[in-house]
């Protein structure tokens, strides 16, 4: 089955500066990269997402990179603030398999 | 719209006893599915329904049961539970469950914090 790894597990970052995470994953046959935000409490939240045959795709401040070669995804967030701060999940979506496989979450924090 | 709503918020129970979740959703989706979720292991499936009168395991199954009631309310079951089943569990929701990927993305709920002593 598939296999989504994520990186880092915790990221502290200074308010205004960029975060990255990334993931990588192991069924080639996936073909859609979603990711969610966690607050505290709270559901996860898609907040954006990405298909197999696109390169990149960015929603003001966010932004996130594919490559199917490698089998690694990217969340870019820039000018980061303090309402960033949470757990953010990648997950990978395989059609063979049929469900949605999430990465182990990434606690982010933005220092004000 | 409410989109998915779960029962109850926070429940404790001792080893052995049996209850049940619910979850419903009113975006008049077809697929439905449960989910765990422990510390640094991220969120993992337990059950999914794709349509109404379809059930299937997913990666930990072990210990629970479903059941799809109707397209909006679909139910996760403890029969006997077990320490190890202490977690957060959430019901999500999405359009459909099709290897196109614009009816994948899933609505998750508040979720239910369970504790089994």
């Known amino acids: 089955g598939e296999n989504v790894e994520q990186h880092p597990s915790t990221l502290s970052v200074q308010e205004g500066d960029s975060a990255v995470i990334k993931c990588t994953y192991s069924d080639s046959a996936s073909n859609y990269f979603p990711w969610y935000k966690q607050e505290l409490g709270k559901g996860p939240q898609l907040i954006i997402d990405?298909?197999?045959?696109?390169g990149e795709k960015k929603d003001q401040r966010i932004a996130v990179t594919l490559n199917k070669t490698a089998k690694h995804f990217s969340l870019h967030i820039t000018e980061t603030q303090p309402e960033d701060s949470a757990v953010y999940f990648c997950?990978?979506?395989?059609?063979?398999?049929?469900?949605?496989?999430f990465g182990s979450g990434t606690q982010l924090t933005v220092l004000p | 719209n409410a989109g998915v709503t779960q029962t109850p918020k926070f429940q404790v129970l001792k080893t052995g006893q049996s209850m049940t979740l619910q979850c419903a959703q009113d975006?008049?989706?077809?697929?439905m599915y449960w989910y765990r979720q422990d510390p640094g292991m991220g969120l993992r499936l337990i059950y999914y329904s794709a349509s109404e009168g379809t059930t299937d395991k997913g990666e930990v199954p072990n210990g629970y049961n479903v059941s799809r009631l109707n397209k909006r309310e679909f139910s996760l079951r403890l029969e006997s539970a077990a320490p190890s089943q202490t977690s957060v569990y959430f019901c999500?929701?999405?359009?459909?469950?099709?290897?196109?990927?614009?009816?994948?993305?899933?609505?998750f709920g508040p979720g239910t914090r369970l504790t089994v002593l």
């Open positions: 990405i298909r197999s045959n696109v």
């Open positions: 999500a929701s999405s359009e459909g469950l099709v290897r196109d990927y614009r009816y994948n993305e899933q609505f």
């Open positions: 975006m008049n989706h077809n697929s």
């Open positions: 997950a990978a979506f395989s059609g063979s398999a049929r469900q949605l496989t």
